[in-house]
T-cell receptor
Framework: KQEVTQIPAALSVPEGENLVLNCSFT??????LQWFRQDPGKGLTSLLL?????REQTSGRLNASLDKSSGRSTLYIAASQPGDSATYLC????????????FGTGTQLKVEL | GAGVSQSPSNKVTEKGKDVELRCDPI?????LYWYRQSLGQGLEFLIY????????KSGLPSDRFSAERTGGSVSTLTIQRTQQEDSAVYLC???????????????FGQGTRLTVV
C-alpha cells in the first residue's frame, strides 16, 4: 500500500526566504506526482504535475523535483511571500489512465512579514 | 464555468438523515474522484469513476455511502443515515483520460462542508 509522507508538518519563515518542502512515498512505481496548495476552507489548487519520466517542473517561483528511484519529491519556493501561506499537499498516482491519487498529510506554511 | 463545481458548498443535517452531494466535473474529463477531508486530517479516498468502467469503491467507509455518475458526467455522493463522524469536507476532482504511461492533471472543486448535528 502506497504511503506518502510530508516533512515538515508545519513551517514558518520570514518573507523573502527561499524554502523547500519535502514529500516521500514508499512505492516508487508511480506514474506521476502532483503538488497542490490548499487555503483555509477552500479546495485544492494544482501547482505542478511531474510525470514519472521527468526530473523537474517549474512554474514561476515554484520548482518541483522528482527522484522516483528514491521515492522523493521536493517543492522549492523562491522568494516567499505572505500570499504563499497555505497548506501544501503532494499526491502520487500509482496507475496510468487516471487511477486514484494518494495524498500526503501536507505541510502548513506561514510566511511572515 | 471551466472548473469542477460542487454543490451545496455547505450542508447542515440532522443525525440519521440522508444527504446528497453533487459534483459537476470539467467537461470532457472522463475520470472523477471523491475524497473526504476530516478536520485536521489528510485527504481520504472514497471512490473513483473512469469512463464506463466499473467504479473503484474501495475507499467507501461503510455501506451507508454510495455514489453514482450519470451519463459519464455529473456525480452524486449519497450518505444514508448520517452520523456525526461523517462531518467533513467532501471534495470532488476530475481529470482527462491519460495513457498507459502518463496521467493528466487533476483538478479539484471547492468542496462541500458537511456538518451532522
Amino acid at each position: 500500500k502506497q504511503e506518502v509522507t510530508q516533512i515538515p508538518a508545519a513551517l514558518s519563515v520570514p518573507e523573502g526566504e527561499n524554502l523547500v518542502l519535502n514529500c516521500s512515498f514508499t512505492d516508487s512505481a508511480i506514474y506521476n506526482l502532483q503538488w497542490f496548495r490548499q487555503d483555509p476552507g477552500k479546495g485544492l489548487t494544482s501547482l505542478l504535475l511531474i510525470q514519472s519520466s521527468q526530473r523537474e517542473q517549474t512554474s514561476g517561483r515554484l520548482n518541483a523535483s522528482l527522484d522516483k528511484s528514491s521515492g522523493r519529491s521536493t517543492l522549492y519556493i523562491a522568494a516567499s511571500q505572505p500570499g504563499d501561506s497555505a497548506t501544501y499537499l503532494c499526491a502520487v498516482s500509482d496507475g496510468g489512465g487516471g487511477n486514484k491519487l494518494t495524498f500526503g498529510t501536507g505541510t502548513q506554511l506561514k510566511v511572515e512579514l | 464555468g471551466a472548473g469542477v463545481s460542487q454543490s451545496p458548498s455547505n450542508k447542515v443535517t440532522e443525525k440519521g438523515k440522508d444527504v446528497e452531494l453533487r459534483c459537476d466535473p470539467i467537461s470532457g474529463h472522463t475520470a472523477l474522484y471523491w475524497y473526504r477531508q476530516s478536520l485536521g486530517q489528510g485527504l481520504e479516498f472514497l471512490i473513483y469513476f473512469q469512463g464506463n468502467s466499473a467504479p473503484d469503491k474501495s475507499g467507501l467507509p461503510s455501506d451507508r455511502f454510495s455514489a453514482e455518475r450519470t451519463g459519464g458526467s455529473v456525480s452524486t455522493l449519497t450518505i444514508q443515515r448520517t452520523q456525526q463522524e461523517d462531518s467533513a469536507v467532501y471534495l470532488c476532482a476530475s481529470r482527462k483520460r491519460g495513457t498507459a504511461y502518463m496521467n493528466t492533471e487533476a483538478f479539484f472543486g471547492q468542496g462541500t462542508r458537511l456538518t451532522v448535528v
